[in-house]
């Protein structure tokens, strides 16, 4: 028997493993939008991490049928205001490296006090099944932003999340211990939960629905 398709809206290799590894793929077919052939330019224009997810996996269910999950997540500065917040990817600019963005953030926090050094990764996640029902989850993971880089594990801002009981940054921890606390391994294992609770993922007929999650 076929495995029910879930589509997840995103372009990053990176992001499918984790995926793949936190949900499982023995009971449905875990697809991004690249190996599903589906080239979509969709607008995240939402003033949230929950409405850009949503926006993102709603786009995707209605262009091919299937149930559609996304991810939107961030990271939020305190001593910012929470910036750079829904804008963490394109913050000083998409192309911008990382490199620059995280020392940029550090020079920002020159003259915070050590308890004013507070931030969270932020990660909703937005699952449209196929007959269009929406389900929306949010987690984070607090830390500090570090007064300079560490680690080479992970991407984006890792080495410049400090977690204090750690003492060390979300880029010197292995993959397996950062999906274990990170936001986005949270928010998955709490939509997984949504999923088999509710039988989300199972084919129509009895039989399907008895083998299914
Ligand atoms: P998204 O892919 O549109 O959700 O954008 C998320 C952006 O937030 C990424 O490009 C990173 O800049 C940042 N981000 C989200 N999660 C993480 C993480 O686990 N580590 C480091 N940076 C992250």
């Known amino acids: 028997m076929e495995k029910p398709k879930l589509l997840f809206a995103t372009g990053n290799a990176h992001k499918m493993i984790e995926i793949r590894e936190i949900l499982g793929t023995e009971v449905y077919e875990i697809l991004s939008m690249k190996e599903a052939g589906l080239d979509l330019d969709i607008v995240e224009d939402g003033d949230s991490f929950e409405a850009n997810a949503l926006i993102k996996a709603r786009a995707v269910q209605r262009a091919t049928g ?5 991810d939107d ?11 750079p917040g829904i804008y963490s990817a394109r913050f000083l600019g998409e192309d911008t490296s990382y490199t620059v963005k995280n020392q940029y953030l550090i020079d920002q926090l020159a003259e915070a006090k050590p308890e004013e050094r507070t931030a969270r990764f932020v990660c909703a996640i937005a699952l ?6 929406e389900y929306v989850v949010r ?9 300079r880089p560490a680690g080479a594990n992970g991407f984006g801002y890792d080495p410049i999340f400090y977690l204090p009981e750690y003492q060390k940054t979300t880029a010197e921890l292995s993959p397996e211990e950062k999906n274990a606390l990170s936001h986005r391994g949270k928010a998955l294992r709490k939509m997984r939960q949504i999923i088999e609770e509710n039988k989300l993922l199972c084919g129509d007929t009895a039989v399907e629905k008895e083998g299914c999650l």
């Open 66 to 70: 299937h149930a559609a999950m996304a």
């Open 73 to 83: 997540s961030g990271l939020e500065v305190d001593y910012l205001d929470g910036a």
């Open 128 to 133: 449209v099944t196929a007959d269009g029902t």
């Open 139 to 147: 987690e984070t993971v607090e830390g500090e932003i570090a007064h």
